[in-house]
């Protein structure tokens, strides 16, 4: 018994670790978007997609609900650090860009509710890591091209989507 304790300690301290070196990378790459550095961003947003990804895989069964709380926080700071800091950045030198970013900020925060209030009223609402990557993929491919306009919108787009799909997930299951 005390070995598969130790194992699952051993399982939640890199879990924690990998977590803060995710939360590292984001403020990492959040610092460079204002410091005028954006591909030394998209490499830093980058390193946190690829890292919270990781994270995905180690959150295994049902008694994981602490580390997808600490997963899901960091991957919102995400948003919230790096496509604020862009929307900043930008905002005198190229206003759609700030504005893709605001817009892509938003829809990420509205499919990110779905999800949430879903899920905590019982439904099988979840999230993809199909559509973590792609939006970390794009956001980083964005700053690592210094032209984010096109990735934003894009992420606008797939986000909004994603949010109407997770109603509609809700709106069946409300139904059934």
Request: hydrophobic share 55%; no cysteine; charged share 15%.
């Amino acid at each position: 018994m005390s070995v598969s304790v130790s194992a699952q300690a051993r399982g939640r301290v890199a879990f924690a670790l990998v977590v803060v070196a995710a939360a590292g990378a984001v403020g990492i790459a959040t610092w460079l978007v204002l410091d005028g550095r954006p591909v030394g961003a998209g490499l830093g947003a980058l390193a946190a997609g690829a890292i919270l990804l990781a994270a995905d895989s180690m959150m295994q069964g049902p008694g994981a609900m602490l580390e997808r709380t600490v997963a899901s926080f960091v991957d919102r700071a995400y948003d919230g650090a790096i496509l604020a800091a862009i929307a900043w950045a930008y905002r005198a030198t190229d206003p759609w860009v700030a504005v893709g970013a605001l817009v892509a900020l938003g829809a990420s925060f509205l499919a990110a509710y779905v999800r949430a209030r879903g899920a905590s009223l019982g439904y099988g609402v979840g999230e993809s890591s199909i559509t973590r990557g792609l939006r970390y993929g794009l956001i980083s491919v964005g700053l690592l091209i210094d032209g984010p306009g096109w990735t934003l919108w894009t992420v606008a787009s797939v986000m909004g989507l994603a949010a109407l799909v997770r109603a509609s997930q809700v709106a069946k299951e409300e139904r059934a």
